[in-house]
């Protein structure tokens, strides 16, 4: 395996709120190879956002930090505020949900990718806007030097997405995340995008963490897996693995509640997410877990290999079910 | 954009009419200008009060009552005040320009001053700093102009020269009696106390306002890209922060200068200071129409010109409303 | 359930439920601010409803034989006396139960006329809804004095109108002056959170079942802006006390007869105390002016605060 451009370990996350301390991610490792789009799919309340804010350092004061994040062997977490300046941006960029919101409402378009590019490159004002209406016509806008000029209002969604995406590539980061961009977005735009990232992988070999609470996005471009549950990786692996032959019940009863041919009725998982202010100790799908036994509960469970993936599920071996009917 | 000032400035003119009318109707009905002419000059001749009535368009009916002062009005064929039949037009003119003096200082003053508390108060929410200028913008409006303005008149006009047997701060007038000529400093002097008291409201307003909307800026969606592009943090306040919270800071700010006039009125009857708010005060309980209707036509025409300044500047900043 | 740490928002987090109301409260209580100033409202107003009891002469009453005027404080008098040798903290207690009950009365028919108004033009829109904004805007525009002063005049030299409210100077006079300009803030404020709600699912299915424009106005739209009109209420309250101290101050204010006073009243005395330099007659009335309304200010904000839905799931 070629060396992870991001490497994450033991991440954890805790804020500090009125109701107590809210646990949102429970040591989390995370390996992005270069060039490899790696899906970070979960429920809300599952910590993948939380855990790719605090690789950021978006996060606000009141979250405790605490683990390794390494970025082409620069670690992040606890490096001074210049430090991390120099990284935002520059190699780690990210796209946000609704991009409506993500863009500042007075500023034109063309102007914040400019402001994008001229914090990290010694560029003049004039190449810097040339290389803003390039990076919009890579991202399919048309008529790239005229749209340069408009407000944020005055795109639809998915083009405001592509603006997001254009100025976050601008700086050709080594890794971007991509915090659920479709999800604010109309379905058939919503493949638009996901092939505008896939071509910025394929084009500049960008590393792509896509974060998403839905599996077809998933199916569709991501080349690995990461499954989050309760602010922990449950299971990991290539995507046609996790698919083919999930390990962990909480992954199988994600693919069986999709509607797929053949189902008469929906089965959905029973239950609800747990409450993070007190965590269930042990595995933190337990307590939903048709297949759930005592040893389940008693201690927190690591990834450990299964067959080609990597499952936090201490009876993986038990439960296996064989390809996924 | 020119198009949307001019649309926009094309309302004004028939607002102020309109209002100007209304005004008139309700000084006529009010302040019984026939009467007060009669009180103030006794012994008046049937033809002078002919004419006092022809000039103010005291005519039979309101209407043509109106237009006829109207068009006294704007061919400068004003009538003279009912208090010694002196001309309007040069004492109101000095007026108006110590006025305009006093509300331009105590505007930029107080302006600069509380925006700038209030991004203050906006980055640390809840720290010592933030409560402290909460307490002080509210104690601030809570305040009156005229109560601090007979305060701070005690202050210096009766203790701090008792204490400090000198004046540091004149309480009343423009330049101390007999004055001739232009001076600076003694101007200074004697407009520090009136303009901080008008200062006082305007920052007590102006810090809350900033405050507040810098808040719900700072907690918008762009502030996190902003910050996600690695941009420094003084940038990322002024340009995408501040920025976006002047907008409606701008919109609060037309209707305020509705009470900085109010304020500027009190305070300059307090100090004594010779502006348009004196000459209001005295020329409505005197009943002095003449002097009353061009006072009016100014406050008039300053509200609507601020309303129309603050929705162009409105547009200005925000370009989500030039869809006009 | 959604939690908004600022500006970052964690999603489905179980949390025992609260009704609205006790959020709020809870919330309102967490101010500490507003705790104290309704303390001090609250021993405000009770001194003043417990007057006579709470008072030490008369209102009009000398405080001793002559000489009695422009008595410093002492213990014959405790805030001093007036040029006419009457007792200052008396006449202030009997002021300030005048003043509030204008504050109080101008403040509940502002807001039910302001309420009514409101809800109708945010909710029916249309030309309606634009002439009152245009006219309000304008009202509120003007410096608020030289509007009271005119207005006062013109209702005051309207015959009839003088016959059902009283005349100029009278109490019912200056009441319904300060409500003429109080409902105008009101209507606005509700206005605005009508037109929020309006889109808002629940409307539409109560549309969608049949209701009434009026039936949807009185039990869904009112209610839910309780919030708002509680903090309108409270600022229409300190407006009310405030514009009558600034017409008494000049001069223009409520003359209750047989030497009763207000609070504006003796606030406008203060004026001539600043010459003479008897202080107290300055001082004292000023004090509890300013403290009247920093503590309903206070209030007003917390109150804001504590019903401000930004803590609700909104997203």
Redesign the interface.
Known sequence: MSESVLKIRDLRVTFNTQLGELRAVRGVDVDVTPGEILGVVGESGSGKSVSFLAAMGLLPKSATITGSVELDGVELIGAGRKAIRSVRGKSLAMVFQDPLSALNPVHRVGDQIVEMIQSHQDMNTHDAEKKAVELLEIVGIPQPDERALQYPHEFSGGMRQRVVIAMAIANNPKVLIADEPTTALDVTVQAQILEVIQRVQQTFGTAVVLITHDLGVIARVADSVNVMYAGRNVESGSVQSIFDHPSHPYTRGLLSSLPHEGIERLHPIAGFPPNMLAPPSGCGFAPRCQHAIEACSAELPSLSSFEDLLTSCIRADELRVGRRS | MFRFALRRSAWAIPTLLLVTFLVYIALRMGTDPLASYMRSNPRATRSKIAQYKELNGLGSNYVTGYFSWLQNFVTFNWPNSIKGSREVWPELKDAIANSARLGIAATTVGVSIGLTIGIFAALRPGGKRDVAVNTAAFVGISIPPYISAILLQLLFAVYWSKWFGNTLFPTSGVYPPGQDGFDLVLMLKHMALPTFVVAIQVIAVYSRYMRSSLLDVLNSDYMRTARSKGLSEFRILMRHGVRNALIPVITIAALDIGAIVGGLIITENIFDYPGTGKYFLSAFGNGDFPLLMPLMVIIVASVLLFNLLADISYAILDPRIRLD | MQ?L????V??????PAMSPRQMAWRRFAGHK?ALVCSAILGLLVLAVVLSPLTTRYGVNESVKAPPNSYLPPSKLAWLGTDDIGRDLYSRLIYGTRVSLLIGLFSAFISVFVGCVVGAVAGFRGGRFDDVIMRVT??F???????AL??????????GWLTFIVGEVSSLRFIIFLLSFFGWMGVARIVRGQVLALKEREFIEAARASGASRSYIIKRHLIPNSIGPIMVALTFSV?GAI?GE??LS??GYGPQPGAGATSLGLL?GQ??G??QT?F?WI??FP?LV??II??CI??IG?ALRDATDPRMDAGK
């Open positions: 939690f740490i600022r500006g970052f964690l999603t489905n987090t179980v949390i601010a805007d304008l509120l525009a003007f410096p608020f004095l030289v002063l005119v207005v006062r005049n013109m209702f005051g030299s309207i300190v405030s101290a600034t101050f000049f606030v203060a004026k105390a600043v330099g202080w300055a001082l000023c002016l300013v309304s920093l200010n206070f904000d």
